[in-house]
């Protein structure tokens, strides 16, 4: 069975800070992987996803990273900013056939000004 | 506006009572999902449904169901065989690689 796992589970940083959050998983064997943003009491939102042929993605100042035979990916924040303040979560989904995402527990950030 | 809809955002249950939570989606797709998040525990998978009329069990189906005759809806319901229904419940699909999530409901039991 997959597990996920996000290291740290929390993070406190000052504003202008580059931060990396790392995701690990247990079987290599994954389509994808999607990193998500959750603030407090509201649905996820999808910031990138990295298909299991990729390396790595960039948008903006995010950029993440995929490394299958290890078993792990970093999520990268350049520049933090209040606004980053958020619980990030990462999703690997199972080889073929549809995808159905486990998650770790997430990372809590915090930037504070 | 393509997306997924969730509703309520907030629910009430008292104790023995069943309730269902609705979960609509505009984008097409034919992948439905149903999670749970609790404190500390991140998002754990209750039932999904890969197509109209087919649903299978996720990782913690116990005291839930749902039902898929549209592609659009996938309706959870909590029923009263559920012991600790407090949570945060997530709704997502997808069509291929990536999900799409809802702003999710609150269930509190009362």
């Known amino acids: 069975k997959q597990e996920v796992t996000q290291i740290p589970a929390a993070l406190s940083v000052p504003e202008g800070e580059n931060l990396v959050l790392n995701c690990s998983f247990t079987?290599?064997?994954?389509?994808?992987l999607q990193w998500f943003r959750q603030d407090p009491g509201k649905g996820l939102t999808s910031l990138l996803l990295?298909?299991?042929?990729?390396r790595e993605q960039t948008s903006g100042r995010l950029n993440a990273s995929l490394d299958k035979s290890s078993g792990r990916s970093t999520l990268y924040i350049a520049a933090s900013q209040p606004g980053d303040s958020a619980t990030y979560l990462c999703?690997?989904?199972?080889?073929?056939?549809?995808?159905?995402?486990?998650f770790g527990r997430g990372t809590s950030l915090i930037v504070h000004p | 506006d393509g997306g997924i809809t969730q509703s309520p955002k907030y629910l009430f249950r008292k104790e023995g009572q069943n309730v269902t939570l609705s979960c609509e989606q505009n984008?097409?797709?034919?992948?439905m999902y149903w999670y749970r998040q609790d404190p500390g525990q991140g998002l754990r998978l209750i039932y999904y449904s890969q197509i109209v009329n087919d649903f299978q069990k996720g990782d913690i189906a116990e005291g839930y169901s749902v039902s898929r005759e549209k592609k659009e809806s996938f309706p959870l319901t909590v029923t009263s065989a559920q012991k600790n229904p407090t949570a945060f419940y997530l709704c997502a699909s997808s069509q291929g690689p990536g999900a799409f999530f809802g702003q999710g409901t609150r269930l509190t039991v009362v």
């Open positions: 990295i298909q299991s042929s990729q």
């Open positions: 999703a690997v989904s199972r080889t073929g056939g549809s995808y159905i995402p486990t």
């Open positions: 079987d290599s064997a994954i389509y994808n």
């Open positions: 984008l097409n797709h034919d992948a």
